[in-house]
């Protein structure tokens, strides 16, 4: 089945610090690869997705590549701000895996801490 | 353009008893998807529903069902709840399309099961 691993938080850096949030996945077909960011008390938000291998996504100053050969989608940012604390969450979406329905697949989530 | 809503905001349930959370989809939507979040996980898929039929499910047993309205907002219903239900239930919304879409988030129900 698919499924998606994160590295465990909490991660907390200081602010103007450069952040990595390692993701790798494990896919039956060709997934779509997504990242999302949750607030505290909001839901979730879609931070920036690619859809096919060598793509980059980027949103905020945030950026993700998809990499096939290493299955990974790791999220960085070259300088943090306190603002972009939050939970990150790494998903897929596999078309080829049956059912037909769009139903992502989330990792646990990092919980990213900003000191100022 | 009005976003995804979704009531109640929290709730609490005895063992047994049955729940209904309700969503309603961002305007041109006409797909939703329900997804449980258990404290400290990632969300769990537990069934997509389009043109009011159910489109796709992850692994919930039956007493978890769903219900969309020709408007396209949406019902969970969850019968003989377990405390393992306790959660947030998270509604998304989508249009659905051949190419992979964004599916936008409600706020959640926190659902506490004593």
Not at chain 1, 68 to 90: M, P
Not at chain 2, 49 to 73: H, I, V
Not at chain 2, 85 to 90: K, Q, R, V, W
Request: hydrophobic share 30%.
């Amino acid at each position: 089945g698919n499924s998606v691993t994160q590295m465990e938080g909490p991660v907390t850096l200081s602010e103007e610090a450069f952040l990595t949030i390692n993701c790798t996945y494990t896919a039956t077909g060709y997934p779509s690869l997504f990242w999302y960011v949750q607030y505290p008390g909001e839901g979730l938000q879609l931070l920036l997705k690619a859809t096919k291998a060598d793509d980059k996504g980027s949103n905020k100053g945030f950026e993700a590549t998809y990499r096939k050969e290493t299955t990974s989608f790791h999220l960085e940012k070259g300088s943090v701000q306190v603002s972009d604390s939050a939970v990150y969450f790494c998903a897929l979406l596999d078309r080829n895996s049956g059912g037909g329905a769009d139903g992502l697949t989330f990792g646990k989530g990092t919980h990213l801490i900003i000191q100022p | 353009e009005t976003g995804v809503t979704q009531s109640p905001t929290h709730l609490i349930k005895t063992r047994g008893q049955q729940v209904t959370l309700r969503c309603s989809s961002q305007s041109g939507h006409n797909t939703v998807s329900w997804y449980q979040q258990a404290l400290g996980q990632g969300p769990q898929f537990i069934f997509q529903y389009y043109r009011e039929e159910e489109n796709g499910r992850g692994n919930f047993p039956p007493r978890f069902s769903g219900l969309q309205f020709p408007n396209y907002s949406s019902e969970l219903n969850v019968n003989a709840l377990e405390l393992d239900d306790s959660a947030l239930y998270l509604c998304a919304s989508s249009r659905l399309s051949g190419v992979p879409n964004e599916q936008f988030f409600g706020p959640g129900t926190r659902l506490t099961v004593l």
